[in-house]
Structure formats: structure tokens, C-alpha cells
């Protein structure tokens, strides 16, 4: 009996262990299940997290291909531009170069046919002298005028027995010819009280 006692107590001790490394395990298990769940919750937000930054990192690829693209699209066209700027002030260079050679030729003729003009009056002049004297020749012989040379001038002009600048003889013949009471190149303003003032003069336009 003493023996079967010891057994028991044995038995029941043994028991109690096991009982508490059950629950020992049964907690560590607990706690193992709960740490197993913050993992595959945690590796659930990674895998969101990193299939996020994929979606994300694909999108930014793209979007600079895109703008890559667009800038090669831009640079083309911008090469395009400048390489008709280039032919275009290639263009305007060699129209200014043949702007200036015609410059230059209608420079040159302009020069020539100054030099042709004044070489035309000389001899249109002298031949007007001559044509001069040979009329006064002739008046000389047919009226018994004056010496038929020595006292002539081209310039001038005969006015009321005078001889006298062709200019001064113009200004004297005009005098006369403007009306009583008014200067040469001046008419009394019209309209009396409705025009100008009384002893006003207005210029007359040539």
C-alpha cells in the first residue's frame, strides 16, 4: 500500500508536469501562431507594398519613354528648323551679295551717265553759244545792230533799255504785272470782315 501510495503521488506529480509543459507548449504555440500571423500579415503589406513600388516604377518607365521620345521628336524637328535657317540665310546672303553687285553696277552706270549728262551739256551749251553768236551774226548784217561779239551774255536779259540778270529782270516784269496796292507774291485776303483783317496779305503758292 505504502508502495501503491508513492506510485500515486509519483503519477500525480508527473502529472502535474506534463499539465504545465502543456500549457507551456500550448502558450508558446499561442504565441508562435500569433507571431506566424503578424508575419503573413506583414508579408502580405510587403507584397502589396512591393507589387505598389513595381506598378509605380513601371509607370515612371514609361512615362519617361515617353518623354524621351518626345524630346527626340523635338530635337528632330528642331534640327529641321535650323537646317532651313541655314539654308534660308544662306538664301538671304547670297541675295544680298547679288544686291550688292547690282548696287555697285547701277552705281557705276549712274557715274557714267552723270559724266555722259554733264558731257552733253558742255557741248549742248557750247552749241547754244555758237547758234547765239551766229544769229547775232546774222542780226548784225541784215539791222546794223550792235558788235556782233565781245558784249553779249547768255545769263541776261534786256529789260526797259537795260541789260540786266534774266533773275532780276523776272522780279521787275512780275512787279508790274501784280495788281496796285499789293506785293510781288502777295494778294489782298478776300472776304473783307469774313476773311482775313483788314491790310492782310496772303502769300500765293507757286
Known amino acids: 500500500m505504502c508502495r501503491s501510495v508513492v506510485l500515486f503521488q509519483g503519477g500525480l506529480v508527473g502529472r502535474e508536469c506534463q499539465a504545465e509543459e502543456v500549457s507551456a507548449l500550448e502558450h508558446k504555440l499561442s504565441e508562435a501562431n ?3 500571423e503578424q508575419s503573413l500579415a506583414a508579408n502580405t503589406n510587403l507584397s ?11 509607370f515612371a518607365q514609361k512615362e519617361a519613354a515617353e518623354a524621351r521620345r518626345q524630346l527626340e521628336d ?7 528648323e535650323i537646317a532651313k535657317l541655314k539654308e534660308l540665310v544662306e ?8 544686291s550688292a553687285t547690282e548696287m555697285a553696277a547701277l552705281q557705276l552706270a549712274k557715274e557714267q551717265a ?7 551739256y558742255e557741248e549742248a551749251e557750247e552749241l547754244l553759244k555758237q547758234c ?5 551774226r546774222q542780226a ?9 561779239s565781245g558784249s553779249f551774255d547768255l545769263d541776261c536779259e534786256v529789260y526797259q533799255g537795260r541789260l540786266m540778270p534774266s533773275a532780276e ?38
Request: glycine share 10%; hydrophobic share 40%; charged share 30%.
Open 132 to 136: 547765239f553768236e551766229r544769229a547775232v
Open 74 to 80: 523635338e530635337r528632330l524637328r528642331a534640327a529641321a
Open 48 to 58: 502589396a507594398l512591393i507589387a505598389t513600388e513595381a506598378a509605380e516604377k513601371e
Open 140 to 148: 548784225h548784217l541784215l539791222y546794223g545792230g550792235p558788235p556782233t
Open 34 to 36: 500569433h507571431d506566424l
Open 114 to 120: 552723270k559724266a555722259e549728262l554733264d558731257e552733253n
Open 169 to 206: 529782270a523776272a522780279a521787275l516784269a512780275a512787279q508790274e504785272i501784280a495788281p496796285a496796292g499789293t506785293q510781288v507774291g502777295e494778294v489782298e485776303a478776300p472776304g473783307g470782315e469774313a476773311g482775313a483783317e483788314e491790310g492782310k496779305f496772303v502769300e500765293i503758292q507757286d
Open 91 to 98: 538664301e538671304r546672303g547670297e541675295q544680298l551679295s547679288a
